[in-house]
């Protein structure tokens, strides 16, 4: 075709689409005409008695009627306004979008958006329930409101925009609050979706509830607010929303009161909370009372500083999911795996000292960090192959790598890319002795991975490499050879989360009495500081003098011998709460990478309890350590012991904590119990992240022969106290133990177990982490031996280490656990092991040959029966 020929074509086709858009700009401008005359009836709304249903609103409808659902798109404007969904979609889907139903309740910053998008995308049918108004405060994230809408319902505020933008849209507004009584008014017209977009937890939960049992498809939002970063929002299962108090409480509640656990998709931040909430103080003189200003009781009154562009965000991508899913438009979202670049490098250890086991050299590894990070969160999306369920991620994903490795696939292959499978230990064992043909025959999922081409894996990967995001220290790292890792027993652990660069934490007692003692640990070196326990009004404790006696061995009591055992009766901090707090927030400024936990306790009162978890957060400190276990004086005021001894109270309490803290909790058991297993496993199943054991020891010290009163001798009179130090460590170890046992026989190796108890040397500390414990503390040791003492501490356990070639605190933890057994197994064993010996002769035959020498001797190479 010649130029000029083709210059005629495009002039013709400009000409003819120029026609075309102004025919329907024409229509398009009387229609809108037509509109705004009927908007101006519609207008009087707020004269209605029913608001839901205005009289103008009534003929718009009637208007409407005669274009429902897929006929919408039929019509030009209509067409023209969806045009580029359309396209996006294809005009069958773009139908199924046309002709939906969805119900969002909750029509503030979230909402909003949400709704005004899922308007603008052509939703057919919008319900939309809020009872609230729109304030000036709000139009900061608020999608459509102005100035002139302040003081009115914010869903009659929507439906009044909402028609000027897409006026084919069946909006009906309820200005409701929902509940129990509105549930079936709000959700019995079989919606396609609802969205919930509430901040109040109990109606959140109710809604969700009431969902799940109707079997409604619902997005939830959980927290937007006090966040600033977009590129951590992320839609996933309930389960697996981290770092969100909302969350993390809706989830609790709706396990506890409902039996739902997750499955359902929400959206939120993997970003911590930046800012807190707004106190209640006007000023310093004035306390107000949160409950003067709840306009519908029992909701949220406390204000959290939203960062506007956040929550509109969050209801961007709620439409966004809706959307698609109500266009039938498969999205694949990104895998929530919160993994970091210490869990690929320890699972790429892992890998390279496996290999070096099993194949004796590591050089069949081919693959270099970024590409486990690829193989680990990409394809296996930070689980076993075999359990891709979402237990065990968001907040508890870093508790999954424990007891995860990468193993070849296929063993006759190096360890590529393509070639590598992550599972639980246990699975790579059963899968190194078992064949691929086996495997295979059991169809598993994950199998098919394996079927395809590598270029197809290398290409994924290539795209996967392509992602704009710096791996900072990596170079480093590659240049460290498996010898160079090996060199040096690596003390760090990570617990629950927490980074701390040896095991060694500071129990909660005089070594963490103030920002000046636990300024000194840091410095020394301890790998975490655990505060003397706090709680709301200091004013209540009251100490006395002296409260400490202690325990001599081979001095019968003279000054000269040995300490091994202290008493005491110290109560918890007498400092202000406020004191306590500033002194937290300092240290977290000064050391914002080192671990700083609270000790709490508070009397039995929900209130109180989150009050003081609320104050003590907001600190910023790392976790808390619940103190369950005081044996003195605080019982008496229905603390400590009192509550850790009584599995109800516990379990009651521990669901307030656990409902409200955002941090990992850790539950400090009393060994004044009788089975230590039982509040420490209701302290867990209740979702503590840990236990720590044990406190002190209820005991008395001694009588003085001389003047017969009791020690240590307040006034001449003594109250029994709790019993620490050295001669504590084997009772510790016994309880310790049974913990462990427990914890490994009931729950999924998630939880972490901090040891306690008469820890002064390396040694003491390996025998604690031998028995299953992630960290070890010291109290009295650092109140005998000084802050210095974590040296020692250090180098005794890498001596043991390095003599017993450990590399890792995991290499060895809790590998001594297996040889507890029961009484009847040892009788078994031992019966075995004579029988064996008889066969060679070796020790006691009969009780003839008993000579009385060397009594232990004899004894153990004797037969009873
Ligand atoms: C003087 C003293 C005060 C203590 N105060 C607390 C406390 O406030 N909160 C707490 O949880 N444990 C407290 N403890 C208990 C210790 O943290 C620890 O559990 C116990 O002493 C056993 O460890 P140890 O032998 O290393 O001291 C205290 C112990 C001592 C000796």
Excluded at 47 to 73: E, Q, T
Excluded at 265 to 284: D, H, R
Excluded at 819 to 836: P, S
């Amino acid at each position: 075709m010649g130029e000029r020929s083709k210059q005629w074509i495009l002039i013709g086709t400009g000409a003819l689409f120029g026609s075309l858009s102004t025919i329907a700009l024409l229509k398009f401008v009387s229609r809108y005409a037509s509109r705004l005359r009927i908007k101006s009836v519609d207008d009087g709304f707020a004269a209605d008695d029913d608001m839901n249903v205005g009289r103008g609103r009534k003929r718009l409808k009637d208007l409407r009627d005669g274009l429902a659902g897929s006929d919408l798109l039929t019509d030009e404007v209509v067409s023209e306004q969806l045009t580029r969904n359309i396209q996006f979609f294809g005009m069958e889907s773009q139908k199924k979008v046309t002709e939906s139903f969805v119900v969002v309740i909750g029509l503030g910053g979230v909402g909003s958006h949400a709704a005004s998008m899922l308007l603008r995308s052509g939703v057919g049918r919008l319900l939309l329930v809020d009872f609230d108004q729109v304030s000036l405060s709000s139009l900061n994230r608020h999608a459509v409101a102005t100035r002139e809408d302040v003081g009115i319902p914010k869903a009659i505020c929507l439906q009044k925009h909402f028609s000027a933008i897409y006026p084919e849209c069946q909006i009906e507004a309820k200005v409701q609050l929902y509940d129990a009584s509105s549930e079936e008014e709000i959700l019995s017209g079989n919606p396609d979706f609802v969205l919930d977009c509430i901040d109040n937890i109990d109606t959140k939960v109710a809604l969700l509830a009431a969902c799940v049992r109707r079997g409604l498809r619902v997005l939830s939002a959980t927290g937007a607010g006090a966040r600033a970063d977009p590129t951590r929002i992320r839609i996933a299962d309930l389960q697996e929303s981290s770092n969100d108090p909302l969350s993390r409480a809706v989830r609790y509640r709706l396990r506890k009161d409902y039996g739902i656990d997750g499955g359902i998709p929400v959206v939120f931040s993997l970003e911590k909370p930046k800012v807190k909430l707004l106190p209640f103080k006007i000023s310093a003189a004035e306390e107000e009372n949160p409950l003067d200003y709840q306009i519908v009781p029992g909701f949220r009154v406390r204000i959290i500083p939203v960062l506007g562009t956040i929550p509109a965000i969050f209801g961007q991508v709620m439409a966004s999911y809706v959307v698609t899913r109500l266009a039938g438009f498969s999205v694949q979202t990104e895998p929530v795996v919160n993994l970091d670049l210490d869990h690929y490098r320890i699972l790429h250890q892992r890998l390279l000292e496996h290999e070096e086991l099993i194949y004796g050299s590591a050089g069949q590894v081919l693959v270099d960090i970024e590409e486990i990070m690829y193989v680990v969160k990409e394809l296996w999306h930070g689980r076993s192959a075999r359990d891709q369920s979402q237990k065990g991620i968001g907040r508890k994903m870093w508790r999954s790598v424990n007891e995860l490795m990468l193993v070849r696939w296929d063993k006759s292959k190096p360890a590529t890319v393509s070639n590598l499978i992550l599972l639980k230990f246990i699975e790579a064992e059963q899968h190194e002795s078992t064949t691929i043909d086996r495997i295979r025959k059991r169809n598993l999922n994950f199998t098919l991975w394996f079927g395809r081409e590598g270029s197809s894996a290398a290409s994924e990967l290539r795209r996967f490499r392509q992602r704009p995001r710096p791996l900072p220290d990596l170079r480093r790292w590659r240049r460290r050879s498996t010898a160079a890792i090996r060199a040096e027993p690596d003390l760090r652990v990570r617990v629950n989360g927490l980074e701390m660069p040896n095991p060694f934490v500071i129990g909660s007692g005089p070594p963490g009495t103030n920002y000046t003692v636990m300024k000194r640990a840091f410095d020394e070196g301890w790998g975490a500081v655990i505060a003397k326990t706090v709680s709301l009004d200091a004013s209540k404790v009251i100490n006395v003098t002296p409260r400490y006696a202690r325990l001599r061995a081979g001095s019968n009591g003279t000054a000269k011998g040995q300490i091994i055992g202290w008493e005491n009766i110290e109560l918890i901090s007498d400092r202000p709460l406020e004191t306590m707090l500033n002194e937290f927030r300092q240290l977290k400024r000064e050391y914002p990478d080192r671990i700083l936990i609270a000790s709490i306790m508070e009397e039995y009162n929900k209130a109180a309890w989150q009050e003081l978890i609320e104050r003590v957060e907001e600190t910023g400190v790392d976790a808390l350590e619940i103190n369950f276990s005081c044996p003195h004086g605080m019982p008496e005021r229905k603390m400590g012991a009192a509550v850790g001894q009584d599995c109800h109270l516990l379990e009651e309490v521990c669901g307030w904590i656990n409902e409200k803290a955002t941090v990992p909790v850790w539950a400090k058991m009393t060994p004044n119990i009788t089975d230590i297993t039982q509040p420490a496993r209701v302290a867990l199943k209740a979702g503590c992240e840990g236990v720590s054991a044990i406190n002190t020891i209820m005991s008395v010290m001694g009588i003085d022969l001389n003047t017969l009163r009791p020690e240590p001798s307040v006034e001449g009179y003594s109250t029994p106290g709790g019993y620490s130090a050295k001669a504590v460590h084997p009772i510790a170890l016994g309880k310790v133990m049974q913990i462990a046992k427990m914890m490994k026989a009931e729950f999924d190796g998630e939880q972490s177990l901090s040891a306690i108890g008469g820890v002064e040397t390396g040694g003491d500390s390996a025998e604690f982490i031998l028995l299953g414990a992630n960290t070890v503390q010291v109290c009295t040791g650092v109140m005998m031996h000084g802050y210095g003492l974590v040296k020692k501490l250090r180098a005794e356990l890498q001596d043991f280490m390095r003599k017993h070639n450990f590399s890792s605190i995991e290499d060895f933890r809790g590998v001594s656990l297996q040889y507890f057994t029961t009484h009847t197994d040892l009788v078994k064993r031992q019966q075995e092991a004579i029988r064996q010996r008889k066969a060679v002769r070796k020790g006691l035959q009969s009780d003839k040959d008993w000579t009385g020498d060397g009594f232990v001797k004899e004894t153990e190479s004797m037969v009873s029966n």
